[in-house]
């Protein structure tokens, strides 16, 4: 994913449109499947997401493009990176069986912090002191959130926790494979390893979906894909930088989509500490974009 916008395209209003537009497509996609585990096991929704995310893929760029979209410089980098995104799928999900969707997406949200602490390892960057400072404050956000003695203080918040520890691996593992491999090939490689590897265990968990079920896994795995080609074509139109912010928009859709489908409104303690999580992430691309 190129980190400007296309040479002598500058639509920045298109790419927030494109940007808020993919948020929702990915806070949906979270409340589909949190109802959705509620009926079935994770493993079977997952498959379900990777499934329908793989055929639309095939069905838009195969015929355009063949096989040729498969061949990627770095096979070994995408497959992890795959594995990455395919373990932030089966940790969030089932941690959704157990947290309020906004609670929940907003500790996923620590993965831009975390990808600014895991970038002086694996990258080699230089990570300024108020860029730290955000990471530390981040994580006292997630502390507000999931405080002792709170109904959220038990060891399911690990699952969020570790999706975005995931989640950050699968965005360094994105930058570094933008250089060498096209977006498409790097999405549709994913979806394509991810089916491969879920279909070797929904067979164990298998059970045989409603219509409206049906429908409504449908609709996750073509959720999943369109939020990822929008976010994708967003950064045509205007750099990283502008649309950092926007990103959490999310955290909004996921709240309003929680009160409206699961009757859940954050209490005051939750909102403070979703709060800070999203000042620190916005406090980190603001230094990363000032230095």
Request: proline residues 5%.
């Amino acid at each position: 994913m190129s980190s400007k916008p296309l040479s002598g395209v500058n639509h920045p209003l298109k790419g927030i449109a494109l940007m808020v537009l993919a948020t929702f497509l990915f806070a949906s996609h979270d409340a589909i499947s949190k109802y959705l585990s509620g009926f079935y096991p994770i493993i079977l929704i997952v498959w379900a997401r990777y499934v329908v995310h793989t055929l639309l893929m095939a069905g838009i760029f195969l015929p355009q493009s063949g096989l040729r979209v498969l061949r990627t410089k770095r096979p070994g980098l995408q497959i992890l990176r795959a594995l990455s995104l395919l373990s932030v799928s089966l940790l969030f999900t089932t941690g959704l069986m157990f947290m309020p969707l906004a609670e929940a997406t907003s500790v996923i949200f620590l993965a831009p912090l975390l990808v600014t602490a895991l970038s002086v390892p694996l990258l080699g960057e230089r990570v300024s002191v108020g860029q730290w400072i955000a990471v530390i404050v981040g994580f006292v956000g997630v502390m507000i959130i999931v405080h002792p003695g709170g109904d959220l203080f038990t060891p399911a918040v690990l699952l969020p926790l570790s999706a975005a520890l995931c989640f950050s691996l699968y965005q360094i593992l994105t930058r570094r494979l933008s250089t060498v491999d096209s977006a498409t090939t790097s999405n549709f490689f994913a979806g394509l390893v991810n089916t491969l590897v879920m279909s070797l265990l929904v067979p164990f968990f298998w059970q045989v979906p409603s219509v409206m079920h049906g429908l409504m896994m449908l609709a996750l795995g073509g959720c999943g894909m369109a939020a990822h080609l929008l976010l994708t074509h967003s950064f045509r139109y205007a750099a990283p930088a502008l649309l950092a912010p926007f990103g959490y928009v999310q955290i909004i859709f996921a709240g309003l989509l929680g009160l409206l489908v699961f009757g859940h409104m954050p209490d005051a303690i939750a909102l403070v500490g979703i709060a800070i999580i999203c000042l620190s992430g916005l406090a980190a691309a603001w230094t990363q974009r000032k230095g």
